[in-house]
Structures are given as C-alpha cells and as structure tokens.
C-alpha cells in the first residue's frame, strides 16, 4: 500500500520567515494530494490541494509543489503568523483512501 | 464548507463497556465515511472505510469484532468499541468525502472523540 513520509517532524520559525514541509510517497498511481491543519485537540482542516496533473499551487500565503517523477510534494508557508502555529499532515490518495504522513509540528515564534 | 458533526466529543467509561460514537453529515449525503484513530502527538491511522448499506470495509490489525462500524443511512455512521479497555484509550475521529466530480474529492473531518478508558 501507499506509504508517505513526513519531514521535518517539528519545525520552529520566527514570525514573517517561510516554513517548508516536505512529503514523498510510494505508490506513483497516487494521483491527490491534501494537506491539513490541525490545533490541539480540534479536527484536521483542509488548507490546501493538488492534483497529480498540477504541479504548483498557491493560495495567499500558501503554496504547495508536487513532483510526480520524484513522488515528493512539499507545502510552502510565507510571512508566517503566530495562528500558523499547530500541526500539520501532508496525504496521499488513491481513489477513496487517504494514507498520512506523521505530521510537522509548526511553532511560530513572535 | 461541508459540515461533518460528531459525538461525543469526549467520553470516559469503565473498561469492559461498550462506547458508541455518531458521525454525521449535515449538509451533504456521504456514500462513504472514514474512521482513523489518532495517538497524542501521531498522524491519523485510518481504521476502516463505512460504506453505506454494506458492511465496512477494515484495515489489516484492526479488529472488526471490537470495532463495530455501521453506516445504516447516507448521512450518518456509527463506530461502536467493544468492550473497551484502556488501551483503547484514543482521539478517534471519523470523516467524510463529499461526492461530485473526480472520485477522490475533499474530505471533511468532524471534530473527534476523546476516549478514556479507566
């Protein structure tokens, strides 16, 4: 089955640096790619995807890359704000079922 | 956004109980729900696919006999724990894929349930 790993597993910035978190994946049939935001105790949210026929997205602050030849994609933070702190878990999809990574732990300092 | 709705949001039971967790789209019917199981500090660890009005569908080293998933009505999935133990202790978390256009669209978490078994 598909496996995803996540790196780094936590990852400490100054407000108004970038934070980048990079994913690679195994199976190459894996055609989407989420990435989620979850504060503690409280429901991933869904901040951004990418489709395998993408290879760049963006929105706001936001970004995200996919390199389907590499089966790497990573997700790109800029002007990072305190509220950016919490975790956040990259997927895999193959039809119906998402495989995560383990996540990154995102720590914004003021 | 689609809204997925579920309770408890946490529950503390005796061990040898059963505990019966609801999972509900409010806005858009789900011909498939999701269950994953979450460790303090770990990724979501998907326990076993809800299809509705067939049986559910697990993950290898998940057991269906203690893992009890009905997904009776397109809007609503239940996950019932078995006899629990504490080692069954979890943040357990369903969720949802609104359907429409290319078959693996957005998923829609609803907001977990804290078990505590003592």
């Known amino acids: 089955g598909e496996n995803v790993e996540q790196h780094p597993s936590t990852l400490s910035v100054q407000e108004g640096d970038s934070a980048v978190i990079k994913c690679t994946y195994s199976d190459s049939a894996s055609n989407y790619f989420p990435w989620y935001k979850q504060e503690l105790g409280k429901r991933p949210q869904l901040i951004i995807d990418?489709?395998?026929?993408?290879g760049e997205k963006k929105d706001q602050r936001i970004a995200v890359t996919l390199n389907k030849t590499a089966k790497h994609f990573s997700l790109h933070i800029t002007e990072t704000q305190p509220e950016d702190s919490a975790v956040y878990f990259c997927a895999a999809s193959l039809g119906t079922k998402l495989t995560f990574g383990g996540g990154t732990r995102v720590l914004v300092k003021p | 956004g689609a809204v997925v709705s579920q309770h408890p949001s946490w529950v503390i039971c005796k061990s040898g109980t059963s505990v019966k967790i609801e999972c509900r789209s409010l806005?858009?019917?789900?011909?498939?729900m999701f269950w994953y199981r979450q460790f303090p500090k770990q990724s979501l660890m998907l326990m076993a696919t809800?299809?509705?009005?067939?049986?559910?569908?697990?993950e290898q080293g998940v057991e269906k006999d203690k893992f009890l998933i009905n997904h009776a009505s397109l809007t609503l999935s239940t996950l019932t724990v078995t006899s629990a133990h504490p080692e069954d202790s979890s943040f357990y978390i369903c969720?949802?894929?609104?359907?429409?256009?290319?078959?693996?669209?957005?998923?829609?978490f609803g907001s977990g349930t804290q078990l505590s078994v003592l």
């Open positions: 809800s299809n509705e009005g067939s049986k559910a569908t697990y």
């Open positions: 806005d858009f019917q789900a011909t498939t």
């Open positions: 990418i489709r395998s026929n993408v």
């Open positions: 969720s949802a894929r609104a359907e429409g256009g290319e078959t693996n669209e957005k998923l829609f």
